[in-house]
């Protein structure tokens, strides 16, 4: 029964991979891999929690989107009541879902919840199925500067009752926000925290460039937390050193620049040149003229 | 009332935002996909974490927001406030070519057409051979751009130099210019898909590609404007290649995140033909404390991938 | 003139009339429209699938096109050279020779501007040149130096031409009857007069003063395209010298050959003489060891350190796949005329022909030489590139176009030397009335 299921798997997962994800094109010559469903769970400081559901398959070392999947997901129990929304993956394999409103007493009655994501089977493609159960929580992101040395104080907190609680043993990531991947604010990969729910990590970035005033985008989060899922906080500070963006080069008359932009010691040389020239054929050209008058 | 709007509107993006592209930086100039959202007027109600209901404009919630196209003059200026640079770490080399064919998948180059070539370097007889990917170095003095009669290849304000293939008239003076060879030309008419091929062509992406013109490694700013990296970046699976903006004085391969400035200091990282003074935007990290033997990439089937393509 | 006295103008005049192609001007003339229909289809076969049907690769990204225009341009100098320079200084023995230089340069120069589209990726792009220009560029440079030399040519060939145009126009013989309109209309008006007189001369002048540093401009500009990258063998500051030279050298040799071929095809033995040969001889000669002594700068300064960019290219050259042509092309294209013409016997019609052939073949392999063998040492190795790539050999359209091109500058020659008299007529009279006077 076992490998009659592994053998169904494979052939939906082959079937899935010629007709689903044809724009992969170099997965042809890979060994056929199940597909994989996960969900996750996102939550920032301040605003809406929400769900990543992601269909994927793993070639190489590799994991690859397979998109264009219908996932459903529940809250807590897999009943039309408590479907929290349906999405189709997209190319890059994933589908957000944001908790509705309608949700909300169920959303205050606990703080333990489980998101569980099914796909139907469609066609001959096997029904799938992912949860994940996280605990309500949040961090708190605070700047410190005591005699000059710069830190930030990060707190996790826990929904427990009506109350937040402070819980330790919790790995977090400081960073310092930046456009393609953010920067860690010291050696350390993350940090963990203590029995006050506390971390107190020393910003190690000096003179980093931040905006034109010297803001830097703070930001500290959980990854795949197994109680939590991901929480994220940031905060704006000014610890960072005002960008001199320089232009220069760009804005002035190089040999590199573009058509308007010719160095004027060119101009000067090309045009004379040319003009001297230009002017000797069009003095020459009346002469032809002129020899034309003395004729007719 | 305008100062509402600003940290409503950065403080929703940034969470819709994570997790999808990457996030987003709102310390900076430049944000990607942000400023190009026109709210709708439709407000939506979400729960908050702790049960509260708060009202979002609709055009926020969209994952990805479209981005309206570029004109051509906007493509020739560049990304304001950026200054894109890329740390090439050698000693994680084995020549997987992952990142080549990404590239070449990625900008629907034709067969003979590679923007990322991977040498297989030896300076001399007893001193080590090694591998050595090589991108555009989108030279801040670039000689290219200073011969091309057309203004066919120009160099932005982001430092990054492109190609317009709807001006270049093909004379190929900037291919003999360039002292890295990196670039290559259409000398046929490029095989492509009819619905690559028909579309208008965008310096950005490079793409399609055009008959009689030349192309190159573009940096892939089209990706940077999303927020996300380069194909060849993403694809490396050892994490060879680093992205970044000399002005957030940081790079990324990905899963990590380096100061730039720290890098090239720590590694002793250093420019390619530096004599030259094209100043290249690409830098090397030398091959010490490699991760693999350089023979690790003599694997025949890669070495006929490489001259076959 | 040896036997000047005895020729009146009306044999002068009668003698130097174009006339009709004989039985061999009209094979000539044939096998050249052939050579240039093959040329033209190529090019048909080029525009329909784009540079692919050429063997230029990414490497290897200019060939023989290039190569050929170098020598267009290097050919068009001498029009400037025995014209210009040799009228300024008062030279009168090369006045029969002129309008041969002059005719040469002008046919070579719009050859060499139609060879560079023929090279461009999408010619039907011209125009971005005019719309987007740009000012650094060296291309921008050569096209508007081309532009001028072209133009300054022209005149150069005209102003000349026009005392002659009254006597073709007064000629009752049937050869120039149905050009009459033409010349109608280039030159009706030319009366001859004093103050007409006057006026030409001084255009002749001017322009001599003029288009001596256009020509060094032109050739400059276009060694530039070169010299102005970073690859071993163009990396030169000696290029711009070292290419006038040639191309003066180059230009005479082909003199030579024009004054050959002229001279027995319209029996000009009268005015073209043996001691224009020896002359000219001498010239080449001189030329030859000027050109000599800048490719040894060029090659030897860089072979005594072999830097390491340019130890490759040079090996090659010296030692390698292209040593064959190399040394032909010096063998050829220097010493051996330079051996020939230095000896009185070997300035005589025949073996200054075989001297000026040798010269213009060596000096199209030269061109050959300094294009090609430098794309295929980039700085970064070879890689990733199909087998192909990395060789270089002309493919058969490349040929026919660069053949055709070669044959559509003799043709346009050809078909000057029908209409026009090849030896400017009213000038050999003033000068025999001069040395009648004497
Ligand atoms: S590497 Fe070559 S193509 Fe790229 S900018 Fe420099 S000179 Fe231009
Ligand atoms: S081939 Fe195109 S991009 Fe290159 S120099 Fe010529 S016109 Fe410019």
């Known amino acids: ?296 | ?309 | 003139m040896e036997n000047s006295t005895s020729i009146t103008s009306e044999i002068i005049t009668n003698d130097l009339l174009p006339q009709k192609f004989g039985k061999l001007g009209m094979i000539w003339t044939g096998v050249l429209i052939a050579f240039c229909l093959v040329g033209a289809f190529a090019y048909y076969l080029q525009l329909k699938n784009c540079l692919s049907v050429t063997a230029m690769r990414d490497y290897v990204s200019w060939g023989i096109y290039i190569s050929n225009f170098v020598f267009f341009v290097a050919i068009s100098l001498v029009g400037s050279l025995i014209t210009a320079v040799f009228r300024l200084a008062n030279v009168k023995w090369s006045t029969p020779l002129t309008r041969i230089a002059e005719i040469i340069a002008v046919s070579a120069i719009l050859f060499a501007s139609l060879i560079i589209i023929v090279d461009m990726g999408r010619p039907e792009r011209l125009f971005n040149l005019f719309l987007y220009g740009r000012l650094k560029s060296p291309i921008m440079w050569d096209v508007i130096v081309i532009g001028t030399y072209l133009f300054l040519s022209l005149l150069l060939l005209y102003f000349p031409l026009l005392p002659d145009l009254k006597i073709l126009m007064g000629s009752r013989k049937g050869s120039t009857k149905k050009y009459n309109k033409l010349y109608h209309f280039l030159g009706s008006f030319w009366k001859g007069g004093r103050l007409q007189n006057m006026l030409n001369k001084r255009a002749v002048n001017v322009l001599c003063v003029t288009i001596i540093p256009v020509a060094f401009c032109i050739h400059t500009v276009t060694s530039w395209l070169f010299a102005t990258t970073y690859r071993p063998g163009w990396d030169s500051t000696n290029f711009g010298a070292y290419f006038i030279s040639g191309a003066f050298l180059v230009g005479a040799g082909g003199v030579l050959i024009a004054m050959y071929i002229f001279r027995k095809a319209y029996n000009l033995e009268k005015y073209i003489t043996e001691k224009h040969f020896d002359k000219m001889g001498r010239i080449v000669v001189l030329l030859a060891l000027l050109y000599l002594y800048f490719n040894v700068n060029e090659y030897l300064v860089p072979a005594f350190k072999m830097k390491k960019s340019e130890d490759a290219h040079l090996t090659q050259l010296f030692a390698g796949d292209y040593a064959p042509i190399f040394w032909f092309a010096i063998l050829a294209g220097m010493i051996i005329p330079i051996l020939i013409l230095i000896f009185k016997k070997g300035r005589k019609p025949l073996p200054a022909l075989i001297a000026g052939i040798l010269v213009v073949v060596g000096a199209w392999f030269k061109r050959y030489l300094i294009v090609t063998p430098t794309l295929l040492h980039p700085f970064l190795p070879m890689t990733d590139v199909p087998e192909n790539y990395k060789h270089y050999f002309p493919s058969w359209q490349e040929w026919a176009i660069a053949m055709g091109s070669l044959a559509g500058a003799l043709l346009i020659i050809t078909f000057f030397a029908r209409v026009f008299p090849i030896i400017p007529i009213q000038e050999t009279i003033n000068e025999q009335h001069e040395t009648t006077a004497k």
């Open chain 2, 1 to 309: 009332m305008k100062n509402n709007d600003t940290s409503r509107r950065e403080f929703l993006t940034a969470a819709l935002m994570a997790g999808i592209a990457g996030g987003c930086s709102s310390n900076n100039t430049f944000r990607p996909g942000e400023d190009q959202i026109i709210p709708s007027g439709e407000m939506v109600k979400l729960l908050s974490v702790d049960g509260e209901i708060i009202e979002v404009d609709k055009a926020f919630l969209k994952p990805i927001p479209e981005l309206p196209p570029i004109t051509n003059s906007e493509e020739r200026i560049g990304i304001e406030g950026k200054k894109f640079v890329m740390v090439i770490d050698l000693s994680r080399c084995k020549n997987v070519g992952a990142c080549k064919s990404e590239c070449n998948h990625a900008h629907h180059l034709n067969p003979g057409q590679n923007w990322i070539k991977i040498h297989a370097m030896q300076e001399a007889e007893h001193t080590a051979p090694y591998w050595e990917p090589a991108t555009c170095m989108h030279c801040d003095e670039p000689p290219c751009v200073k011969v091309c009669p057309v203004d066919a290849t120009f160099k932005r304000m982001d430092g990054i130099v492109l190609i317009d293939s709807d001006r270049c008239i093909g004379c190929r003076f900037c291919m003999a210019a360039c002292p890295y060879s990196t670039r290559v030309f259409n000398w046929q008419e490029p095989v492509a898909e009819k619905e690559i091929a028909t579309q208008h062509y965008s310096c950005e992406t490079s793409v399609p590609q055009k008959i009689g013109t030349v192309s190159k490694c573009d940096f892939c700013p089209d990706m940077a404007r999303k927020g996300e990296l380069p194909h060849c970046v993403s694809a490396c699976p050892n994490g060879v290649f680093f992205f970044g903006d000399m002005n957030e004085d940081s790079v990324t391969n990905g899963a990590e995140t380096f100061r730039f400035s720290d890098l090239i200091k720590d590694k002793a990282g250093y420019r390619l033909m530096e004599d030259l003074g094209t100043k290249p935007r690409v830098y090397y990290l030398p091959p010490v404390n490699r991760n693999f033997p350089f023979e690790t990439g003599l694997k025949t089937d890669t070495i006929e991938k490489n001259n076959a393509k």
């Open chain 1, 1 to 296: 029964m076992k490998q009659l299921q592994n053998k169904l798997r494979i052939v939906i997962s082959t079937i899935i991979l010629i007709t689903g994800i044809k724009a992969i094109s170099f997965a042809q010559d890979s060994i056929v891999a199940p597909v994989l469903l996960d969900i996750k769970y996102f939550v920032s400081d301040r605003q809406a929690p929400y769900l990543i559901v992601k269909t994927k398959i793993k070639k190489e070392r590799k994991f690859l989107p397979v998109k264009d999947i219908t996932v459903v997901v529940f809250l807590n129990e897999k009943s039309n009541t408590s479907t929290l929304g349906k999405i189709i993956t997209n190319e890059k394999g994933e589908g957000k879902i944001i908790i509705p409103v309608s949700f909300k007493s169920t959303w205050d009655s606990s703080s333990e919840f489980t998101f569980k994501a099914t796909s139907e089977p469609v066609g001959k493609t096997e029904a799938l199925t992912a949860e994940v159960v996280i605990k309500k929580a949040k961090l708190v992101l605070d700047t410190l500067n005591e005699d000059g040395v710069r830190s930030i104080r990060i707190t996790s907190l826990e929904k427990n009752g009506s109350e937040w609680k402070p819980v330790k043993g919790v790995e977090v990531k400081i960073m310092v926000k930046r456009l393609l991947g953010d920067l860690p604010i010291g050696d350390e990969e993350s940090y963990t925290t203590d029995s006050s729910g506390q971390i107190i990590a020393q910003f190690k970035r000096d003179s980093l460039p931040g905006d034109i005033n010297g803001n830097l985008v703070l930001l500290a989060k959980t990854e795949d937390n197994d109680l939590y899922g991901n929480l994220l906080i940031e905060k704006n500070c000014k610890w960072g050193k005002p960008l001199q963006d320089n232009n220069d080069a760009f804005n002035s008359r190089t040999l590199w620049g573009a058509h308007f932009k010719t160095p004027f010691w060119l101009l000067g040389i090309a045009y004379s040149i040319i003009i001297g020239v230009w002017g000797i054929i069009i003095f020459l050209v009346v002469q032809i003229f002129k020899i034309k008058k003395l004729g007719a």
